[in-house]
T-cell receptor
């Protein structure tokens, strides 16, 4: 059974600082997603990572994937208050004909002025 | 292009009742997946429908059931509601069962 672990679960940081969120998963998968969720809202897709060594960047966020280590990172550069949200990684547990996403517990990020 | 829509937005039920949640997939998408997100947790996969057939199921009891219609919209039915069924229910659509899923706004269900 695929397990996805994120750490930290809670992250409080100051504006302008850098930090990294980690996502480990237990079995082989061919795709990994990062989502953002604001309180009471749905999931907003940030990145789709499809291959080993994939790196994607959007604004102050950069995601990478190491399939050999079964590890993805979401790096935050020079954080701003607007980045405050909960961030989830999700891994595709393929097999049985369907794409079942297995999510981590999420990292609640608070960026303080 | 219309995105994924869900109805209702919020719903309050009492234990033992039954509920039906609805989802309209994004234009051109033929696959719908349902997830349950309890407060403070990540979403959990309930099941997926592809071309009107169940195409994978998570670890949920049979009182969670679904349908997909010829226009690819979908329903999630939950019988004999329990307090622990209180959650945000998310629907996601995709083109095919192995492609990126796009999430709807969710339905917040409260069971009293």
């Amino acid at each position: 059974e695929l397990k996805v672990e994120q750490n930290p679960l809670f992250l409080s940081m100051q504006e302008g600082k850098n930090y990294t969120i980690y996502c480990n998963y237990s079995t082989t998968s061919d795709r990994l997603y990062w989502y953002r969720q604001d309180p009471g809202k749905s999931l907003e897709s940030l990145f789709v990572l499809l291959s080993n060594g994939a790196v994607k960047q959007e604004g102050r966020l950069m995601a990478s994937l190491d399939t050999k280590a079964r590890l993805s990172t979401l790096h935050i550069t020079a954080a701003v208050h607007d980045l405050s949200a909960t961030y989830f990684c999700a891994v595709d547990e393929a097999g049985g004909g369907s794409e079942k996403l297995v999510f981590g517990k999420g990292t609640k990020l608070t960026v303080n002025p | 292009e219309t995105g994924v829509t869900q109805s209702p937005t919020h719903l309050i039920k009492t234990r033992g009742q039954q509920v039906t949640l609805r989802c309209s997939s994004q234009s051109g998408h033929n696959t719908v997946s349902w997830y349950q997100q309890a407060l403070g947790q990540g979403p959990q996969f309930i099941f997926q429908y592809y071309r009107e057939e169940e195409n994978g199921r998570g670890n949920f009891p049979p009182r969670f059931s679904g349908l997909q219609f010829p226009n690819y919209s979908s329903e999630l039915n939950v019988n004999a509601l329990e307090l622990d069924d209180s959650a945000l229910y998310l629907c996601a659509s995709s083109l095919g069962s192995h492609n990126e899923q796009f999430f709807g706004p969710g339905t917040r269900l409260t069971v009293l």
